[in-house]
């Protein structure tokens, strides 16, 4: 099987790199990566489960963005309702009637949801569900997951961080996943003071399996905070609408008062969304938040359009059954070249390690060949399926990683 | 001269108000419109200088959605330069070219920049600066400007605001603008911890009269800040690109090592960007930051056109030109009426009150009489002028003045 080159990829590289800190900055940044050179890193065109490199080398893309493209690039559906709305009106001086619109569609589709708040980023909502739980209960205090993340406002990165000061995560105690144990702890320790805890659907961290909650272990979360009067919050921003389209907590049969949704929303239109819960609506009410760009209604226009065809196409379904397909596949092809692949999360994204390593360079020279041969994968971050990937495309995509096995015992 | 109604306003936003928190929220509120009935609340259409609300009343925009439209809405060639780039390529797993080709264009036309990173919203961008400015000085405390607004993010907003915890503004600082003695004495007191300031190139607050920067301010300020080994960063986003094109400094004659660019930079679509100096590089490479959507390319293709666009029609001075005919119009016919009209700020972006009054109760009155007539004015907040204004565009406005003042005397 052929492997590819990156010549242009690379000489756009070498510009940026004069232009731009990085070159490639956050989480497009070549840095995890490895090996560097089996990665494209510019793309003009992309369509469909597809994209395009700068040097014109083809992918089966299971990135889909990091996640917003979620029906596949350039969706007929979703950028005809963009274009319509765009051609009409986007920025503003004031509001569209589709806001209103997208909002009463998401009360129809989340149960928990029973107002909606719009802004562009992920962010910018994980931030103002902190904002609300702390008006709403006059606390201060966040519990979050050990390895969790919500975004890159200093409160949220990891202690250390460049640019970040201790005083950011004053406030903010972190627990491992799936430990009620620990939970209880905090609330013995701290809970008077204890706005909220925050947490994605299922642990999706990155460098390390993805977990998905144990028995009960929302509901008995939401049951120890609702009884201490704190908040419980699920930044949905990664998973949201590829799990379940009423918010992923309802895949795991709980009630959370705040939920975050972004990424696929909009199948790659910059949205995002907070709802809430009726208590709750006085308080984000009083809560200023607000941006130069989040009453532009494109995006909205094509957040209703994503929503309306990921229903009808019963998305959550078929994802995960691709994914099933794809993961299954995986693991036997390596089983067959005497590697084992452990596969975690949710299969819509799913996160794969082949485990016979004590570090990760098995995964990442493997991701790497794939990659070469036209399957972008990552080495440290889940993959993402959309409904635009076709049975075809991962019997194509099995045959790359059956090639790319070979190599990686080649090069053993 | 006829008043508009807004029974399909007042139908879409009783509407909002079940679905929506506030209905409409953020900067686009209805709260600070008062009279409310004279102010319309949604809209599905707008082209060039103007946007028509859902009952088709016409009004000529002062806003231009709260800055970003710069140019005119849908304007042509900005949104061929977009349409072009989202045609091939928005969202995608990997970077487009023209992320380099912005970059680019901006080192080449803001004398400070000498790298540049994007984002989505204005806030991004000065959250970065600061984290930029803390790990680059290894300090953590900032000193802003009293009424000074940079974003919702929780450390820039007022203390007591709701969902916010003094424990946000532990090393914020803020004096008075144009207040050297005060800078000096922060720096005495607290200059080993002093990781830089922030401001607006002038000082644009809302509710209250905007001011210039002294004669010599700024030159003191970036003096006395780098002489103390900390940075001078400029919130350049409402102002930029409207004043000059190399930022808004270069109008005032002083260099900083930060400047945030957003509102204006793509003509409405949603971008943000951070430039600095040299010296800056490395810890700005070092700040993770990163959002879902902060390498759609549509954006950075229509800053492209939007930059080179005002670039050709010589935008700050135009706007300059066109805000003086309208401010000089509107103090003469308020002296025709008998009522003084103090004007502040840049002419490109004026702001306006009436002084006969100890509240605001005459300027409220008086645009929301404007409002009603088709010249859309808020009394709290600076306006905007834009190159699609026309003096056509300004005599009928002054026309429309005159008869609001009319309306205002018939009042009183």
Redesign the interface.
């Known amino acids: 099987m052929k492997t590819y080159n990156y010549d242009k990829s690379t000489e756009?590289f070498k510009?940026?790199v004069k232009?731009?800190?990085?070159g490639?900055?956050?989480?497009?940044s070549p840095a995890p990566y490895v090996p560097i050179d089996a990665y494209?890193?510019?793309?003009?065109?992309?369509q469909g489960a597809r994209?395009w490199?700068?040097d014109g080398n083809e992918?089966i893309?299971y990135?889909?963005?990091?996640?917003?493209?979620v029906l596949g690039?350039?969706h007929p559906d979703v950028d005809a309702a963009f274009e319509a709305?765009w051609?009409?009106?986007?920025?503003?001086?004031?509001?569209?009637?589709?806001?209103?619109e997208l909002?009463?569609m998401l009360?129809d589709m989340v149960p928990v949801a029973e107002?909606?708040?719009f802004a562009?980023?992920?962010?910018?909502v994980t931030?103002?569900s902190?904002?609300?739980a702390?008006?709403a209960t006059n606390r201060?205090k966040i519990i979050a997951i050990k390895g969790g993340y919500h975004?890159?406002?200093?409160w949220m990165?990891a202690p250390g961080?460049?640019?970040?000061?201790p005083?950011d995560h004053?406030?903010l105690i972190r627990i491992p996943w799936n430990d009620i144990a620990a939970l209880k702890q905090v609330i013995a320790d701290h809970g008077d003071d204890i706005a909220g805890f925050i947490a994605t659907p299922y642990h999706h961290p990155v460098f390390a399996d993805n977990a998905l909650p144990a028995d009960g272990y929302w509901q008995q979360v939401t049951e120890l905070l609702h009884k201490n009067g704190s908040l419980v919050i699920v930044d949905d921003?990664r998973a949201g609408f590829r799990l379940h389209m009423g918010g992923s907590n309802e895949k795991y049969g709980f009630k959370p008062d705040l939920i975050c949704f972004?990424?696929a929303i909009a199948n790659?239109?910059?949205l995002s969304a907070l709802v809430g819960t009726e208590a709750l609506?006085?308080?984000?009410?009083?809560?200023?938040?607000?941006?130069?760009?989040?009453?532009?209604?494109g995006s909205m226009a094509a957040a209703m359009a994503c929503l309306k065809t990921l229903q009808e196409q019963r998305g959550p379904e078929l994802m995960a059954a691709l994914g099933k397909q794809l993961t299954d596949g995986i693991v036997e092809i390596a089983a067959n070249h005497g590697y084992t692949m452990k596969v975690t999360g949710e299969m819509a994204m799913p996160y794969l390690r082949i485990t016979d390593d004590d570090n990760v360079m098995l995964q990442q020279n493997w991701c790497g060949e794939c990659t070469k041969r036209g399957a972008?994968f990552t080495s440290h971050h889940n993959w993402f399926l959309s409904t635009a990937h076709t049975e075809d495309d991962i019997k194509h995509t099995l045959d790359i990683c059956d090639d790319a096995f070979k190599a990686l015992k080649e090069q053993s």
Chains 1, 2 share one sequence.
């Not at 232009?19 to 990085?22: E, S």
């Not at 490639?24 to 497009?28: A, E, S």
């Not at 494209?40 to 992309?46: E, G, H, V």
């Open positions: 756009w510009r940026a232009a731009i800190p990085c490639v900055y956050g989480h497009f494209p890193f510019f793309s003009n065109r992309a994209f490199d700068v992918f893309d990135m889909c963005a990091y996640g917003p493209m690039y350039a709305q051609r009409q009106s986007d920025a503003n001086s004031v509001a569209s009637p589709c806001m209103i909002a009463e009360i107002w909606a708040f562009r980023n992920g962010a910018d931030n103002l902190v904002m609300v702390r008006a201060k975004g890159t406002t200093p990165q961080h460049h640019g970040v000061i005083e004053e406030h921003v972004s990424k790659g239109y910059a609506r006085v308080d984000a009410a009083k809560v200023f938040h607000t941006g130069s760009f989040w009453f532009c209604a972008f």
